[in-house]
């Protein structure tokens, strides 16, 4: 069983690293996202540092978002999904598979590119560890969150549109307190309170979302 | 409960239980109205504005209310597949949605005086309610935007489900964190703490509404089926 898990993480990363474009896409919204910003609420330097923690997070919400109605269509179209719902494996751990892959070739692009968007918000480096743990701590979930959407607008009408009417509200927490975790850093107080809410929508999720997952998959392929 | 499945029987029943439902609830709804504009006296530090709490309240509990019916619903169709399960989810969600909305919007209204603002984006429960209206919008479009309306329903039923917990957060957010709303009066260990002159309008204000969305939840559920039988004997027809 772990043998197909990684069997599955493996082939998704395989075919995502060919289609380059959806890692840099991503990296590359991401960034450009966060750019806008300034251009809108002006240069000056002590706002933008004030904002970076906010920005960055919504910016990277934002940049989850935009591979995840890829994340079960491919299969979807080919049949390969109707394989990997009458496989012997438990579908639950296919789901978790995909958000594992989809992390990896999306969350971890975003937490290397954010060390860039932290300087150029000119947020005070002392915060840079937090930012990174926060984020590794928080993507995961954007990701299992992202999965549970995807599987769900499958073969619906505009379902590149709805993937994010479902997805933001759920995420919204994951929003809240990496924004609060790294603020908190910022300020020098305590972020381990933040931190453990994060781990703990982390927890929650790792477990719900795959069996929301696999039903929506299932009722996808009726 | 698998007893009301039957649409014809539970046709007779909406039907006989639909002028009570709504008699009761015009009447409930007229005189909580009376006694929480006139009946109930003005609270001392707010003044007459404690009066938007009369519908501010009941709008938030049915929100809630509406989205567990929800839930257990969704919960009903996909385990036991009850065929009027999905009807009910479909036809609840827009009243849920509109009770949120307006408890949002006298919350922004009665804030406004009280606090000082509209909106308080750092309130746990001015958020979770915000995130609780997004569900009910995502609910609706989830469940028209498939060709084939049982997927529809299926994938609806199962975002319902995820969204749940979201419930629980609403209702303890004011004990979790301390923020701006206040804290629970009534639903409260330790019993309410309202004064009964103000708790007899809220709670009949509560029921007014809550038959009011029997009411209207009976109309839709009904014109679904008598939509249904219509489609099937225009599909016999011309098949």
Request: hydrophobic share 60%.
């Given at each position: 069983?772990v043998?197909?898990?990684?069997r599955?993480?493996?082939?998704?990363?395989?075919?995502?690293?060919?289609?380059?474009?959806?890692?840099?896409?991503?990296?590359?919204?991401?960034?450009l996202?966060?750019?806008?910003?300034?251009?809108?609420?002006?240069?000056?330097?002590?706002?933008?540092?004030?904002m970076?923690?906010?920005?960055?997070?919504?910016?990277?919400?934002?940049?989850?978002?935009?591979?995840?109605e890829?994340?079960?269509?491919?299969?979807?179209?080919?049949?390969?999904?109707?394989?990997?719902?009458?496989?012997?494996?438990?579908l639950e751990?296919?789901?978790?598979?995909?958000?594992l892959?989809?992390?990896?070739?999306?969350?971890?692009?975003?937490?290397?590119?954010?060390?860039?968007?932290?300087?150029?918000?000119?947020?005070?480096?002392a915060?840079?560890?937090?930012?990174?743990?926060?984020?590794?701590?928080?993507?995961?979930?954007?990701?299992?969150i992202?999965?549970?959407?995807?599987a769900?607008?499958?073969?619906?009408?505009?379902?590149?549109?709805?993937?994010?009417?479902?997805?933001?509200?759920?995420?919204?927490?994951?929003?809240?307190?990496?924004?609060?975790?790294?603020?908190?850093?910022?300020?020098?107080?305590?972020?381990?309170?933040?931190?453990?809410?994060?781990?703990?929508?982390?927890?929650?999720?790792?477990?719900?979302?795959?069996?929301?997952?696999?039903?929506?998959?299932?009722?996808?392929?009726? | 409960?698998?007893?009301?499945?039957?649409?014809?029987?539970?046709?007779r029943?909406?039907?006989?239980?639909?002028?009570?439902?709504g008699?009761?609830?015009?009447?409930?709804?007229?005189?909580?109205?009376?006694?929480?504009?006139?009946?109930?006296?003005?609270?001392?530090?707010?003044?007459?504005?404690?009066?938007?709490m009369?519908?501010?309240?009941?709008?938030?509990?049915?929100?809630?209310?509406?989205?567990?019916?929800?839930?257990g619903?969704?919960?009903?169709?996909?385990?036991?597949?009850?065929?009027?399960?999905?009807?009910?989810?479909?036809?609840?969600?827009?009243?849920?949605?509109?009770?949120?909305?307006?408890a949002?919007?006298?919350?922004?209204?009665?804030?406004?005086?009280m606090?000082g603002?509209?909106?308080a984006?750092?309130?746990?429960?001015?958020?979770s309610?915000?995130?609780?209206?997004?569900?009910?919008?995502?609910?609706?479009?989830?469940?028209?935007?498939?060709?084939?309306?049982?997927?529809?329903?299926?994938?609806?039923?199962?975002?319902?489900?995820?969204?749940?917990?979201?419930?629980?957060?609403?209702?303890?957010s004011?004990e979790?964190?301390?923020?701006?709303?206040?804290?629970a009066?009534?639903?409260?260990?330790?019993?309410?703490?309202?004064?009964?002159?103000?708790?007899?309008?809220?709670?009949?204000?509560?029921?007014?509404?809550?038959?009011?969305?029997?009411?209207?939840?009976?109309?839709?559920?009904k014109?679904?089926?008598?939509?249904?039988?219509?489609?099937?004997?225009?599909?016999?027809?011309?098949?």
């Amino acid at each position: 069983m772990v043998r197909c898990f990684l069997r599955i993480v493996g082939r998704d990363v395989r075919l995502a690293l060919r289609q380059r474009a959806d890692a840099s896409l991503a990296i590359l919204f991401f960034v450009l996202t966060a750019a806008l910003f300034p251009f809108g609420v002006g240069p000056e330097p002590n706002l933008l540092a004030r904002m970076a923690p906010g920005i960055i997070w919504v910016s990277a919400l934002l940049a989850v978002l935009l591979s995840l109605e890829r994340l079960f269509l491919a299969d979807y179209e080919d049949g390969s999904l109707e394989l990997l719902v009458l496989a012997p494996q438990p579908l639950e751990l296919t789901v978790l598979a995909k958000a594992l892959a989809h992390w990896l070739t999306t969350g971890l692009p975003l937490i290397a590119a954010a060390p860039l968007l932290a300087v150029f918000y000119n947020m005070d480096l002392a915060g840079l560890p937090m930012l990174l743990l926060a984020m590794a701590l928080g993507t995961p979930s954007l990701s299992l969150i992202g999965a549970v959407g995807a599987a769900l607008t499958l073969g619906a009408r505009r379902g590149g549109v709805l993937i994010p009417l479902l997805v933001l509200p759920l995420n919204v927490p994951v929003l809240i307190f990496g924004v609060l975790a790294l603020d908190a850093a910022l300020a020098g107080l305590n972020a381990r309170p933040h931190m453990m809410f994060l781990g703990a929508i982390f927890l929650v999720f790792v477990v719900v979302t795959p069996l929301a997952g696999a039903a929506a998959l299932r009722q996808a392929v009726e | 409960m698998h007893r009301f499945a039957n649409p014809g029987r539970f046709m007779r029943l909406a039907n006989a239980v639909l002028p009570w439902s709504g008699g009761l609830s015009a009447l409930l709804i007229g005189v909580g109205l009376y006694l929480a504009l006139f009946g109930s006296p003005a609270d001392y530090q707010q003044g007459e504005s404690v009066r938007i709490m009369y519908v501010h309240v009941p709008a938030a509990w049915l929100a809630l209310f509406v989205y567990t019916v929800i839930a257990g619903a969704s919960a009903s169709a996909l385990i036991w597949r009850h065929p009027l399960a999905d009807l009910i989810a479909k036809a609840s969600s827009p009243i849920g949605a509109a009770f949120t909305f307006l408890a949002l919007v006298t919350g922004s209204l009665w804030g406004k005086p009280m606090w000082g603002t509209w909106w308080a984006w750092g309130d746990a429960r001015l958020t979770s309610m915000l995130v609780l209206f997004f569900l009910y919008l995502g609910h609706m479009a989830l469940m028209n935007a498939f060709d084939d309306a049982t997927r529809g329903f299926r994938a609806a039923a199962i975002l319902a489900l995820v969204g749940f917990v979201n419930v629980p957060i609403i209702k303890f957010s004011v004990e979790w964190w301390s923020t701006l709303h206040q804290p629970a009066s009534v639903f409260r260990m330790g019993g309410p703490t309202i004064d009964a002159s103000m708790l007899w309008p809220l709670g009949l204000m509560a029921l007014g509404f809550t038959l009011y969305y029997v009411s209207l939840l009976l109309l839709r559920v009904k014109s679904d089926l008598i939509e249904a039988r219509i489609r099937a004997r225009a599909a016999a027809r011309g098949g």
